[in-house]
T-cell receptor, first 111, second 113 residues
């Protein structure tokens, strides 16, 4: 069935280091891959997205890459800051327009 | 502009009761999706509505139902509540179906005792 796997479940980095979160999806018809950040006690917020006709997209310290052949996509955060600490969810929109989320990655940035 | 509004913010219900949650999307957004969030299960898809029609449904029992009105506002209903239904229920709206990111509401935290 439709599935999105996300790794790692927990990631701890030192302030200033980079963080990478990886996801794989099962529906080859998926064409849209958003990423959401959820801070403690708050709602998930869209931080970046990528469509299948693009291999990479960057927005300041955040970048996403997509490998459609391998059905992989990743979130890269450079120069991490304490305010980056949150739970990050990847998602894939299936061919039927249903958005399936990964299980989430809890990122800790140590000052 | 106003964001996605969910009411109520908190609910405590007894097993066996039913509950109705409400979601008002961002003005102009026609797609509304509902998710259940629990610590162990992440964000589980419940259903999605577009133009008053249910377009997609997740793997939840028939006790979970929803609808969308002509003004795009949506409600979800859970009947015969079980302890395991305790969760944060999030509503998200988007402009249209397909390749469009969500704006989430703050959620309704349901506790079943």
């Amino acid at each position: 069935g439709e599935n999105v796997e996300q790794h790692p479940s927990t990631l701890s980095v030192q302030e200033g280091d980079s963080a990478v979160i990886k996801c794989t999806y099962s529906d080859s018809a998926s064409n849209y891959f958003p990423w959401y950040k959820q801070e403690l006690g708050k709602r998930p917020q869209l931080i970046i997205d990528i469509r299948s006709n693009v291999g990479e997209k960057k927005d300041q310290r955040i970048a996403v890459t997509l490998n459609k052949t391998a059905k992989h996509f990743s979130l890269h955060i450079t120069e991490t800051q304490p305010e980056d600490s949150a739970v990050y969810f990847c998602a894939a929109e299936t061919g039927g327009f249903k958005t399936i989320f990964g299980a989430g990655t809890r990122l800790f940035v140590k000052a | 502009k106003a964001g996605v509004t969910q009411t109520p913010r908190y609910l405590i219900k007894t097993r066996g009761q039913q509950v109705t949650l409400s979601c008002s999307p961002i003005s102009g957004h026609r797609s509304v999706s509902w998710y259940q969030q629990t610590p162990g299960q992440g964000l589980q898809f419940l259903f999605e509505y577009f133009s008053e029609t249910q377009r997609n449904k997740g793997n939840f029992p028939g006790r979970f139902s929803g609808r969308q009105f002509s003004n795009s506002r949506s409600e979800m209903n859970v009947s015969t509540l079980e302890l395991g239904d305790s969760a944060l229920y999030l509503c998200a709206s988007s402009l249209a179906l397909g390749e469009d990111g969500y704006t989430f509401g703050s959620g309704t935290r349901l506790t079943v005792v």
